[in-house]
């Protein structure tokens, strides 16, 4: 996917998971969700919730290939599922719902 897409790809990933907590009625996880993906701490370039899901992105790839050497059936872990660790870890769930808040999302740009 190209990088423009998926910074698409996230940003909707994140209206949908501020989406399910205004439904769910979690102000409080709702305003931890804007402050996790807002707040840049001094020296950095991105929040601290973008570099929290970078890498856990980069751990979800090492296990879906240490996972796919070992069984080529194995089933991959997804962004939603290293989004999903993100909020975890920092106090926020999510509704199982969350899994399919981009199913619809298409990218628009070629990859180069």
Do not use: C, W
């Not at 840049?40 to 290939?65: F, P, T, W, Y």
Request: aromatic fraction near 4%; avoid cysteine.
């Amino acid at each position: 996917m190209a990088i423009s897409d998926q910074g698409d790809y996230v940003a909707l990933l994140l209206e949908g998971a501020q989406n399910i907590l205004r439904d769910a009625s979690k102000r409080d996880d709702l305003t931890k969700l804007n402050k996790l993906f807002t707040e840049v701490r001094s020296g950095d370039q991105m929040s601290i919730g973008m570099l929290e899901l970078e890498a856990n992105i980069d751990r979800a790839r090492l296990l879906n290939a240490e996972r796919y050497a070992k069984d080529h059936n194995a089933t991959r872990l997804e962004v939603e599922h290293a989004m999903i660790v993100t909020l975890k870890k920092n106090g926020i769930e999510l509704a199982p719902a969350f899994m399919h808040v981009a199913d619809k999302f298409r990218p628009k740009r070629p990859l180069r």
